[in-house]
C-alpha cells in the first residue's frame, strides 16, 4: 500500500529482475475478470455485500445490505473468503493500480484483454477494486476509478501478474 502507478511499474521491474521472471500490473480487463470469478453480479457472490465479505467503509450499504463495521484500515490478505479462482480481496481493501489509461469508455479499447495505454485521459491510469476507505458501492467488480500515476495513498496497492511464457 501507499504506492503510486509509478512505484508498481517500478517494483515489477525489480521483482522481474531479481526472479528472472517477467512480471507485470494486471490490465483492466484481466483485473475486472479475475474479481469476477465467472460472475456477472457486482460482487463474486452476488449482488449484495456485507462486512464479513470484504473490507470497505461499513457505514454504508449496497443494494439493501445491512450496514456493518468499519475498520479504517487495511486487513490482511486472507481475511476473507478467496474467490473460485483462489484470490484474495478482491473486492475492497485496497484500490489496485492497473496497466491501463484511463477512458471514459470502452469505445475503441482492445478487444483481446491487453493494456489500452493510449491517449490517457488527463494523464490518469486505472484502479479497480475499491477499498476500506470507501463505500461498498466502489468495490463492485465493474467500477473503476483513476488518478494520476505519481499519486500515493495510504489505500492503493496493486496485484503482479506474472508472464509464464
Do not use: M
Not at 470507501?134 to 503482479?160: C, E, H, I, T, V
Amino acid at each position: 500500500v501507499c504506492v503510486s502507478w509509478n512505484d508498481a511499474q517500478e517494483y515489477a521491474k525489480w521483482i522481474s529482475q531479481q526472479s528472472g521472471k517477467s512480471y507485470r500490473l494486471l490490465t483492466e480487463a484481466e483485473r475486472e475478470y479475475a474479481a469476477r470469478a465467472g460472475s456477472q453480479a457486482a460482487f463474486w457472490w452476488g449482488d449484495s455485500i456485507n462486512t464479513s465479505q470484504a473490507n470497505y467503509d461499513g457505514n454504508y450499504s449496497y443494494n439493501g445490505s445491512p450496514k456493518g463495521e468499519y475498520r479504517q484500515a487495511t486487513v490482511a490478505a486472507n481475511s476473507f473468503r478467496p474467490n473460485p479462482f483462489g484470490l484474495y480481496n478482491v473486492h475492497g481493501n485496497v484500490w489496485e493500480w492497473v496497466e491501463d489509461c484511463f477512458h471514459d469508455n470502452y469505445s475503441g479499447a482492445p478487444t483481446d484483454g491487453s493494456a489500452w495505454t493510449t491517449i490517457c485521459s488527463g494523464n490518469t491510469r486505472v484502479l479497480r477494486g475499491g477499498s476500506w476507505n470507501f463505500d461498498p458501492a466502489y468495490a463492485r467488480s465493474a467500477y473503476r476509478g483513476r488518478n494520476s500515476p505519481d499519486f500515493r495513498l495510504n489505500d492503493y496497492g496493486f496485484r503482479l501478474a506474472r508472464t509464464v511464457f
